[in-house]
């Protein structure tokens, strides 16, 4: 799903709790805590943005699945009665296109569901699951290749040449119409671009059975079939990899790589009314949706009114550097605060002693 309203936490200082000027329900709780609830414009937009996007890719994963599902079944057929490695290894990794982009269609249709009480930022991130999945069976594919690759270097079978390279141009043709038309998504998704990835994989996979079929054509190297499949099979495992590092990241809560957390730090500080930011995360919920929360020292001598505005300038300037969603817990000098950039997250709330 694609969040309609950004919650904004904030906690005033404790001067405003027992302003009579500021309505009751306006005031926080004895220990100083307030919320506030805002729908920017902005954020609006943002939102609509992800929802034409992910409409645009469902769409174009749709048409590319129909596509690489029709023409496997030929590609299998061809490159068993050829008996080229290099075909049978494109043909499965077709096969293994057509399943990735099914998961990744099923994905964007999970993704669309709504919030609940359990799942309170929705189903977005099982774009990412998916997206780990598709590279592992990357990685997975390629061992595969180099294995079979390597008992045929020891024992090269007999390979119908003018099939393999009619078959196989015929792979490509197919594959470079996917590729373009997956090409004009959002790649920045990762859930898509891991689609993306394996269409294109297995577009090098067509090129190196051509490549393959016209060596032992012209210079009977039997073993240039095994050879092009392992070249193929390592650009996979870069590919792959790269995949799985990235969801890896996402999962693990990792800051996103194109957000400078300096750059944040320093245009919070850089409000004259913003002492000190502490307790700092960001985090990727999915593929173009990052969050932020943080602490920040304000002078005690804000108003209700003053804090308020200056919420609204602090998430303008987060929204600039790509954070749609953001909470801040606002604090006063007078009270004593951690000094830690980054604070330590324990499995238990920590103990207070109480007086009495």
């Not at 929802?51 to 029709?70: K, M």
């Not at 996979?236 to 990899?241: C, E, L, N, Q, T």
Request: with cysteine; glycine share 6%; net charge negative.
């Amino acid at each position: 799903m694609t969040p309609q309203h950004i919650e904004d936490s904030k906690q005033p200082t404790g001067a405003h709790l027992n302003d009579p000027h500021v309505p009751h329900h306006d005031q926080p709780n004895a220990h100083g805590h307030g919320n506030n609830h805002r729908h920017d414009n902005a954020d609006h937009n943002h939102s609509h943005s992800h929802s034409h996007s992910h409409t645009d890719n469902q769409r174009i994963v749709t048409i590319a699945f129909a596509i690489i599902a029709s023409y496997m079944i030929v590609e299998v057929i061809g490159g068993y009665i050829t008996g080229s490695l290099a075909l049978l290894s494109d043909a499965g990794h077709m096969f293994s296109d057509a399943v990735s982009l099914a998961m990744t269609l099923f994905a964007f249709i999970i993704g669309k569901k709504s919030a609940t009480s359990h799942k309170t930022f929705g189903y977005r991130r099982f774009e990412i699951l998916i997206a780990l999945i598709n590279g592992l069976t990357l990685l997975i594919i390629s061992a595969g290749i180099i294995y079979e690759a390597v008992l045929r270097f020891q024992q090269p079978p007999q390979i119908a040449t003018t099939g393999m390279l009619v078959i196989s141009t015929i792979g490509l043709i197919v594959n470079l119409v996917v590729a373009k038309l997956m090409h004009g998504g959002d790649t920045d998704n990762l859930n898509m671009k891991s689609a993306y990835l394996h269409v294109l994989s297995d577009l090098l996979g067509s090129v190196a059975a051509i490549i393959a079929a016209i060596v032992i054509m012209l210079f009977g190297w039997v073993w240039a079939d095994a050879a092009v499949s392992i070249l193929v099979a390592l650009l996979i495992v870069r590919s792959g990899y790269a995949v799985v590092k990235n969801a890896a990241h996402i999962l693990m809560e990792g800051a996103p790589n194109h957000i400078d957390q300096s750059v944040i730090i320093d245009t919070l500080s850089a409000h004259p009314n913003v002492l000190s930011v502490h307790d700092l995360h960001v985090w990727t919920i999915t593929s173009g949706l990052h969050s932020l929360s943080c602490h920040i020292i304000v002078p005690s001598s804000l108003t209700l009114q003053q804090t308020d505005a200056l919420l609204s300038d602090l998430q303008h300037e987060l929204q600039h550097l790509g954070i749609g969603h953001s909470t801040i817990q606002f604090e006063s000098d007078l009270h004593a605060h951690s000094a830690q950039f980054n604070c330590d997250i324990t499995s238990a709330p920590p103990v207070h002693a109480h007086a009495h």
